[in-house]
């Protein structure tokens, strides 16, 4: 009976063990299965994550070009009144060259023999196109002065 009893002992522990083993296994399949499950709804927000990142660089490139087109307009504009404005001051400069060239002997030595014949040269000056500006720097007087007379002769 000891025998039976040992025999019975023995199988039990052998059935727990059995049992525990294949609990074990159970659990540690569930817990891959729960593991891999995790990974993969991981990679799968990953690629989410990229496939947003993809399409925002994008649309930040499309930006990008836009305002470099613009840019480029704008600098391209910004060259020509440039160039526009630079040519006017040559034009200018060329003006005040032609008025010096073109003055005679009394308006290059600013002696006038009457304020008559100061006043005359100041409005064929202007009529001829040169600016209070450009007449005053000629003939070596005061802008207000060269104004005074053209509004006094309007």
Do not use: C, W
Request: no cysteine; hydrophobic share 40%; glycine share 2%.
């Amino acid at each position: 009976m000891i025998g039976y009893l040992i025999s019975i002992i023995i199988l039990l522990i052998a059935l727990n063990i059995f049992v525990i083993y294949f609990f074990v296994r159970f659990i540690r399949k569930q817990r891959i299965t729960e593991h891999e499950a995790f990974i993969q709804s991981i990679n799968e927000y990953v690629n989410q994550v990229e496939e947003n990142n993809d399409k925002l660089l994008e649309n930040i490139l499309e930006h990008f070009q836009e305002k470099e087109i613009l840019l480029n307009d704008r600098i391209h504009l910004l060259e020509e009144k440039l160039e526009q404005k630079e040519k006017a001051i040559l034009k200018t400069e060329n003006v005040d060259m032609k008025i010096e060239e073109e003055s005679s002997p009394n308006i290059t030595n600013h002696e006038f023999s009457t304020q008559e014949e100061k006043y005359t040269h100041i409005l064929t000056l202007f009529k001829q196109g040169f600016t209070p500006n450009q007449i005053a720097k000629v003939l070596h007087i005061q802008q207000g002065e060269v104004e005074l007379v053209l509004n006094m002769n309007k």
